[in-house]
């Protein structure tokens, strides 16, 4: 599947609001029901097809601009040193096109009317316009020519006899007067401008190359410049039996619009002309001391090694925002998809040897709900990076919205398994779904009538049993997060056991 446009119209400039800091998701036993069916019998029906077969090589689909964002770097957590500060500057280039083809997906969506719609495909033509990349997140307001020394500048009609007179201006009169902004907002607004200069001015960017399509950050509720590596739960002995095992990559996704950290833990008798499959953890924030567990197993010889690699937002972003992560596994799940199967799993397998036939995904809650979506949609993409997946707790009711006309999050979708059985006969993918006997209760003010989140795992299960497949139900003696890592443990040693 290749990339599509990007959502959103670009802004002319993009206004900051505060990260509501919610807390973390309802994250992460022993009664035990297996439902291993036989596959079904051989189907006539010819509109069914087999789901393609992993490839010995996945083909990566990244742009040029995301292959030149995309960077190992040194792994930083519990450290007390300041985030290093980063600065590209770039064209944002869209066709007319582009443009036009994105208002049709708005319009789709509902995003639009149609007299909306309308007006702006009329008006669209081809433009393109500087930018900068401020720690993953464009700046997409006025940069200044690369020769600029912080001396005279001229806007249009405006002359400013310094930088610091602009910064002046746009502290006290543009932000707050004409773009409506609030103290804080404009405050981070400032200093990200601030940023810019200082790395033009003292030749301290990088040179990267055109953005083609239009650009549309998922998130416009982030301060680059913030510090969020206090926000990640770990324990600091746990983190220490693993770091030196891990390399940490930044990697740029453009049809989001968002810098994600990833995680590799190589495993203890690692050997680079090995391979080896992948264990691959969303929510990575709440990760790391799994992490060390599952190193752990793996050192002692109770499972076989394998490639643990855990996703998050970049370091500037809160991961435990609930708000800011339903952007991601709800509202741009596809998007997610997307960027996991033809851009993340394809750049790994560049840099490690991996084995995808038989490499897991694993998410869960809001994660849950993506590896529910990724699961079902897995069919409709050449790149195969994974033949199993674990669908723990997925928080289904975040998907309904009983007061829209319009069912914005395809819940739908979901309650069908987004169409897979009709395309498909049986399961062609392994699948241990799994729950907390308790958790029930943990959020029963969010349901609003609809399944409760074993209600919705049983059913999920029963869907998947009735078309017969490698399906695995199990539900831990525990509430919505805590048998997580007894699940990934086990998991580990039944999925990779030591040969």
């Given at each position: 599947?290749?990339?599509?446009?990007?959502?959103?119209?670009?802004?002319?400039?993009?206004?900051?609001?505060?990260?509501?800091?919610?807390?973390?998701?309802?994250?992460?036993?022993?009664?035990?029901?297996?439902a291993?069916?036989?596959?079904?019998?051989?189907?006539?029906?010819?509109?069914?097809?087999?789901?393609?077969?992993?490839?010995?090589k996945?083909e990566n689909?990244m742009?040029?601009?995301?292959?030149?964002?995309?960077e190992?770097?040194?792994?930083?957590?519990?450290?007390?040193?300041?985030?290093?500060?980063?600065v590209?500057l770039?064209?944002?280039?869209?066709?007319?096109?582009?443009?036009?083809a994105?208002?049709?997906k708005?319009?789709?969506?509902?995003?639009?009317?149609?007299?909306?719609?309308?007006?702006?495909?009329?008006?669209?033509?081809?433009?393109?316009?500087?930018?900068?990349?401020?720690?993953?997140?464009?700046?997409?307001?006025?940069?200044?020519?690369k020769?600029?020394?912080g001396?005279?500048?001229?806007?249009?009609?405006?002359?400013?006899?310094s930088?610091?007179?602009?910064?002046?201006?746009?502290?006290?009169?543009?932000?707050?007067?004409?773009?409506?902004?609030?103290?804080?907002d404009?405050?981070?607004?400032?200093?990200?401008?601030?940023?810019?200069?200082?790395?033009?001015?003292?030749n301290?960017?990088?040179?990267?190359?055109?953005?083609?399509?239009?650009?549309?950050?998922?998130?416009?509720?982030?301060?680059?410049?913030?510090?969020?590596?206090?926000?990640?739960?770990?324990?600091?002995?746990?983190l220490?039996?693993?770091?030196?095992?891990?390399e940490?990559?930044?990697?740029?996704?453009?049809?989001?619009?968002?810098?994600?950290?990833?995680?590799?833990?190589?495993?203890?008798?690692?050997?680079?002309?090995?391979?080896?499959?992948?264990?691959?953890?969303?929510?990575?924030v709440?990760?790391?001391?799994?992490l060390?567990?599952?190193?752990?197993?793996?050192?002692?010889?109770?499972?076989?090694?394998?490639?643990?690699v855990s996703?998050?937002?970049?370091?500037?972003?809160?991961?435990?925002?609930d708000?800011?992560?339903?952007?991601?596994?709800?509202?741009?799940r596809?998007?997610?998809?997307?960027?996991?199967?033809?851009?993340?799993?394809?750049?790994?397998?560049e840099?490690?040897?991996?084995?995808?036939?038989?490499?897991?995904?694993?998410?869960?809650?809001?994660?849950?709900v993506?590896s529910?979506?990724?699961?079902c949609?897995s069919?409709?993409?050449?790149?195969?990076?994974?033949?199993?997946?674990?669908?723990?707790?997925?928080?289904?009711?975040?998907l309904?919205?009983?007061?829209?006309?319009?069912d914005?999050?395809?819940?739908?979708?979901?309650?069908?398994?987004?169409?897979?059985?009709?395309?498909?006969?049986?399961?062609?993918?392994?699948?241990?779904?799994?729950?907390?006997?308790?958790e029930?209760?943990?959020?029963?003010d969010?349901?609003s009538?609809?399944d409760?989140?074993?209600?919705?795992?049983?059913?999920?299960?029963?869907?998947f049993?009735?078309?017969?497949?490698?399906?695995?139900?199990k539900?831990?003696?525990?509430?919505?997060?805590?048998?997580?890592?007894?699940?990934?443990?086990?998991y580990?040693?039944?999925?990779y056991?030591?040969?």
């Amino acid at each position: 599947m290749r990339k599509r446009a990007l959502s959103i119209v670009c802004t002319a400039a993009v206004v900051l609001a505060s990260c509501a800091n919610t807390g973390g998701s309802a994250d992460a036993g022993r009664n035990e029901t297996s439902a291993s069916a036989s596959s079904a019998a051989d189907s006539t029906q010819n509109e069914k097809t087999s789901a393609p077969a992993s490839p010995a090589k996945l083909e990566n689909k990244m742009t040029e601009f995301e292959r030149s964002c995309a960077e190992k770097r040194p792994f930083i957590l519990g450290e007390s040193s300041e985030l290093p500060v980063e600065v590209g500057l770039f064209r944002i280039c869209t066709s007319k096109e582009e443009k036009i083809a994105n208002y049709d997906k708005m319009l789709e969506k509902h995003m639009i009317d149609k007299e909306y719609y309308d007006e702006c495909a009329a008006d669209a033509e081809d433009s393109e316009f500087e930018a900068a990349l401020i720690n993953g997140v464009v700046y997409d307001f006025f940069v200044p020519e690369k020769d600029y020394d912080g001396g005279k500048l001229e806007l249009g009609e405006d002359t400013f006899e310094s930088d610091d007179e602009y910064f002046a201006y746009l502290s006290d009169t543009y932000c707050p007067e004409i773009l409506g902004m609030t103290p804080y907002d404009t405050k981070v607004f400032v200093e990200r401008t601030k940023v810019l200069f200082d790395a033009v001015e003292n030749n301290n960017y990088t040179e990267l190359p055109d953005m083609h399509g239009v650009y549309s950050p998922v998130l416009y509720d982030t301060d680059p410049l913030y510090d969020h590596r206090s926000d990640w739960t770990y324990e600091q002995e746990k983190l220490g039996s693993i770091k030196d095992r891990i390399e940490e990559y930044s990697i740029y996704d453009q049809q989001m619009g968002v810098q994600f950290t990833v995680d590799v833990t190589l495993p203890p008798e690692y050997d680079k002309d090995k391979t080896y499959p992948v264990f691959f953890l969303t929510d990575g924030v709440w990760r790391l001391n799994d992490l060390a567990d599952l190193y752990k197993i793996m050192e002692q010889g109770e499972a076989e090694d394998v490639l643990l690699v855990s996703l998050s937002y970049d370091y500037s972003i809160n991961n435990t925002d609930d708000h800011i992560r339903s952007q991601l596994f709800i509202d741009n799940r596809d998007m997610l998809l997307d960027f996991v199967t033809d851009d993340l799993m394809p750049y790994l397998c560049e840099n490690y040897s991996i084995d995808c036939v038989n490499s897991t995904l694993f998410g869960h809650s809001m994660g849950g709900v993506f590896s529910h979506y990724a699961l079902c949609n897995s069919d409709k993409y050449e790149n195969q990076p994974f033949g199993k997946y674990i669908i723990g707790s997925p928080a289904l009711f975040n998907l309904y919205n009983d007061n829209a006309e319009y069912d914005f999050h395809d819940a739908a979708g979901a309650e069908t398994d987004y169409g897979y059985f009709d395309r498909h006969d049986a399961l062609e993918k392994q699948v241990f779904l799994c729950g907390g006997s308790e958790e029930d209760p943990d959020y029963a003010d969010k349901y609003s009538g609809h399944d409760s989140l074993l209600e919705g795992l049983a059913k999920m299960n029963d869907r998947f049993a009735s078309h017969g497949g490698d399906i695995t139900y199990k539900l831990y003696e525990s509430h919505h997060y805590q048998y997580i890592p007894e699940m990934l443990a086990e998991y580990l040693k039944t999925t990779y056991p030591k040969k």
